[in-house]
Nanobody, 119 residues
């Protein structure tokens, strides 16, 4: 099992930026693919971005492509989500998740960090 702790959320004006961090512990971080998801009040959880264990491949939801960047530092056991040009519709709780490399599913989840974008 991997323990995940998100940080970096907050209140920002539209057009601003935030960087979320996801610190992992428990097992070998570099063996896991990482993903970011978000959930707004009254809405279902949705995929935001993912990165493979090596960092060589990344994937994005269409709604964030070109604005968000996912990255990881395996030496620091941390994944990141850089969010630029934020919009009010990006307001949500953001959650990181990990899954065994190549399994295409996520087994462990963090508690989330709130991002609020004001117009």
């Amino acid at each position: 099992q991997v323990q995940l702790v998100e940080s970096g959320g907050g209140l920002v004006q539209a057009g601003g930026s935030l960087r979320l961090s996801c610190a992992a512990s428990g097992r070998t971080f570099s063996s896991y693919d990482m993903g970011w998801f978000r959930q707004a009040p009254g809405k279902e959880r949705e995929f935001v971005a993912a990165i493979t264990w090596s960092g060589n491949s990344t994937y994005y939801a269409d709604s964030v492509k070109g604005r968000f960047t996912i990255s990881r530092d395996n030496a620091k056991n941390t994944a990141y989500l850089q969010m630029n040009s934020l919009k009010p519709e990006d307001t949500a709780g953001y959650y990181c998740a990990s899954g065994v490399a190549g399994a295409n599913e996520y087994d462990d989840w963090g508690q989330g960090t709130q991002v609020t974008v004001s117009s």
